[in-house]
């Protein structure tokens, strides 16, 4: 079984930094820890 391999995919927007892919011999896996960063949204 090959090794596992965890890549970075960035992030969108106003959001900070965290996307990986743990890809493994049995399937990949998308990992989003990305927190909001940025100006609240108006009230209405």
Avoid: W
Avoid at 31 to 44: A, E, H, N, T, Y
Wanted: glycine share 14%.
């Amino acid at each position: 079984m090959p090794h596992p391999r965890l890549t970075f995919h960035g992030a969108a927007r106003s959001v900070t930094g965290s996307r990986f892919r743990l890809e493994t011999g049995h399937g990949d896996i998308l990992i989003d820890c990305g927190l909001f960063q940025g100006s609240k949204p108006k009230k209405r």
